[in-house]
C-alpha cells in the first residue's frame, strides 16, 4: 500500500461554478448598436426629406407627411422590437439587450420614458430655433 501524501494535488474534478451576473456587452457591440440605431432611423427621413420637397414642393404639406410618416413608421418597428426583445433593432443586431441589474426585464415604460425620450430630446436641442 503506498503512503498517502497530504500535500498532493487534489484528483477531484473541479469545475467553476457559474456566475449568476449577466454577461455585459462591450463598449464596442453598445456603439454598433447605436451606429445601426442611427442608421436605421435616418432610413426613416432621409428618403422622405430629400424626395418629399422635389415631388412635393419644398412648401407642400404633402413633404412633411412625405417625412413623418417613414419616421413614424420605423418608430414603431424600434417599439414593437423593445416590446418583443427588449432590444433595438441595433441591438438585436449585436445581439445584446437591456435588463436590469440583477439580470430581469426592464419594463417598457422605463426603456422609453427613462432612457428612449431623454436622448431624443436632448439631441434635438442643436436643432430648436
Not at 500500500?1 to 454577461?23: C, G, Q
Not at 433593432?89 to 426603456?111: F, L, N, Y
Request: charged fraction near 15%.
Amino acid at each position: 500500500m503506498a503512503a498517502v501524501n497530504p500535500y498532493a494535488t487534489p484528483k477531484a474534478a473541479i469545475e467553476d461554478a457559474a456566475s449568476t451576473e449577466p454577461e455585459l456587452a462591450t463598449l464596442w457591440q453598445r456603439f454598433a448598436g447605436n451606429f445601426i440605431d442611427g442608421i436605421v432611423m435616418s432610413l426613416g427621413w432621409v428618403p422622405g426629406s430629400v424626395l418629399g420637397p422635389r415631388v412635393f414642393g419644398p412648401h407642400s404639406p404633402l413633404t412633411a407627411l412625405a417625412i413623418v410618416i417613414p419616421v413614424l413608421i420605423v418608430l414603431g418597428l424600434q417599439l414593437w422590437t423593445l416590446v418583443r426583445y427588449r432590444a433595438s433593432i441595433g441591438k438585436r443586431v449585436m445581439k445584446a439587450r437591456m435588463t436590469r441589474p440583477d439580470g430581469s426585464e426592464v419594463e417598457v415604460w422605463r426603456i422609453v420614458l427613462l432612457r428612449a425620450l431623454p436622448v431624443a430630446v436632448l439631441s434635438a436641442i442643436p436643432f430648436a430655433n
